[in-house]
T-cell receptor, first 113, second 113 residues
Framework: DGGITQSPKYLFRKEGQNVTLSCEQN?????MYWYRQDPGQGLRLIYY???????QKGDIAEGYSVSREKKESFPLTVTSAQKNPTAFYLC????????????FGSGTRLTVV | RKEVEQDPGPFNVPEGATVAFNCTYS??????FFWYRQDCRKEPKLLMS???SGNEDGRFTAQLNRASQYISLLIRDSKLSDSATYLC??????????????FGKGTKLTVNP
């Protein structure tokens, strides 16, 4: 079945480390997104990509970086510049041909230790 | 003003009760609206789209008032399995022709036996 795979499910990071969260989709979707969710909060957009080799900052991009070298993959790196990285990270992709067309991954829960 | 605002909740109701969630959005140009359901520590899942004429899916009814920029969700005959956080979501356009989903903070519902 087609879908989005995020890994790992749980990730622990030490202060000052960079970590990379994986997001892979086999839906042939062009657009991909990274959202962050904090407890009691809605999802906030970090980065998005409409096509391969192109990506744009969302609302809270500081301390994060992404790449889009392949259509299927949109990894997110949480850098040491991100001061409060502990959160639930969700990746989504979208079929541009449909009114709705969004699919979400099951998320990665990142904790700084 | 936040882009999407919801009742803060939480709502605690007995089984069989009718419960209503309200949401307002700030961008009058918004065209697409949704209700999502999110279970604890899981990704959000689309519950239903919201159409101008109002729409119903079983026990769930969604309404949209464009003049007031107001969205609602009504759950009738609530079940234990309806316990979750309900997210009001609005689609927003981004530069370059892309789009994103803007999420409210969510309203937590607990249905009690």
């Amino acid at each position: 079945d087609g879908g989005i795979t995020q890994s790992p499910k749980y990730l622990f990071r030490k202060e000052g480390q960079n970590v990379t969260l994986s997001c892979e989709q086999n839906l042939n979707h062009d657009a991909m997104y990274w959202y962050r969710q904090d407890p009691g909060q809605g999802l906030r957009l970090i980065y998005y990509s409409q096509i391969v080799n192109d990506f744009q900052k969302g609302d809270i991009a500081e301390g994060y970086s992404v790449s889009r070298e392949k259509k299927e993959s949109f990894p997110l790196t949480v850098t040491s510049a991100q001061k409060n990285p502990t959160a639930f990270y969700l990746c989504a992709s979208r079929n541009r041909g449909q009114v709705y067309g969004y699919t979400f991954g099951s998320g990665t829960r990142l904790t700084v230790v | 003003r936040k882009e999407v605002e919801q009742d803060p909740g939480p709502f605690n109701v007995p089984e069989g009760a009718t419960v209503a969630f309200n949401c307002t959005y700030s961008n009058s140009a918004s065209q697409s609206f949704f209700w999502y359901r999110q279970d604890c520590r899981k990704e959000p899942k689309l519950l239903m789209s919201v159409y101008s004429s109002g729409n119903e899916d079983g026990r769930f009814t969604a309404q949209l008032n464009r003049a007031s920029q107001y969205i609602s969700l009504l759950i009738r005959d609530s079940k234990l399995s309806d316990s979750a956080t309900y997210l009001c979501v609005v689609k927003a356009l981004l530069r370059g022709g892309s789009e994103k989903l803007v999420f409210g903070k969510g309203t937590k519902l607990t249905v009690n036996p």
